[in-house]
């Protein structure tokens, strides 16, 4: 081990910068993010973000984090650089974790307690879409090489799912066993 970091509790999501200098950690628990200097290896700054920060994403502009707040139903718009909340987006009850569509603009963002998928544009920073009638607790994401298929680990119904994109449906889920988690494909579609 190179380097352990003394942070507050609950580590969750990690995002990168585009040149991978710099790691921002949520700490849910702490209601906090970190960023962390990867040359140096030193904690750059902590900030308050609000309740239960889950997933973090890094714009395609390297402008802004955005922030799923587990606690609450937005995602909050992070000015990393002046470490500023400038906006909040308004999505559904347990903001949660982030997947690219692979446009370079849109993002798929899982809402936990709201039972729906999120579609925010990064460039006006809005909800743009949604997708409903799923299992309870969608949680993470993958998407198919093709762009087609939205794979998605349904946390408290014990399955995973599969969302024809085109059409923003559920088309079939997958019993799997207790609280389903993380979800990943060697082949898919990019994250940017």
Not at 118 to 137: C, F, M, N, R, Y
Not at 166 to 174: G, M, P, S
């Given at each position: 081990m190179a380097k352990q970091f003394p942070l507050a509790r609950t580590p969750s999501h990690i995002a990168y910068t585009a040149d991978s200098r710099i790691a921002f950690i949520t700490l849910q628990d702490s209601n906090e993010v970190v960023a962390i200097d990867l040359v140096t290896q030193n904690v750059m700054w902590r900030m308050d973000a609000g309740s239960a920060p889950a997933g973090i994403w890094v714009t395609p502009d390297q402008r802004y984090l955005l922030v799923g707040m587990t606690g609450a139903d937005y995602v909050a718009v992070i000015d990393w650089r002046t470490r500023t909340i400038v906006k909040q987006i308004q999505?559904?009850?347990?903001?949660?974790?982030?997947?690219?569509?692979?446009?370079?603009?849109?993002?798929?963002?899982?809402?936990?307690?709201?039972?729906?998928?999120?579609?925010?544009?990064?460039?006006?920073?809005?909800?743009?879409?949604?997708?409903?009638?799923?299992?309870?607790?969608?949680?993470?994401?993958?998407?198919?090489?093709?762009?087609?298929?939205?794979?998605?680990?349904?946390?408290?119904?014990?399955?995973?799912?599969?969302?024809?994109?085109?059409?923003?449906?559920?088309?079939?889920?997958?019993?799997?066993?207790?609280?389903?988690?993380?979800i990943y494909f060697r082949t898919r579609a990019p994250l940017y």
């Open positions: 999505t559904g009850k347990g903001a949660h974790n982030f997947r690219a569509v692979g446009d370079k603009r849109h993002l798929f963002l899982s809402n936990r307690v709201s039972g729906t998928i999120s579609i925010i544009d990064q460039q006006t920073l809005t909800k743009v879409g949604e997708i409903t009638g799923l299992p309870p607790g969608p949680d993470d994401m993958e998407l198919t090489a093709d762009g087609k298929t939205l794979w998605v680990t349904f946390r408290w119904a014990r399955a995973v799912g599969l969302i024809d994109v085109a059409n923003r449906k559920l088309v079939k889920t997958i019993r799997v066993g207790r609280s389903p988690h993380g």
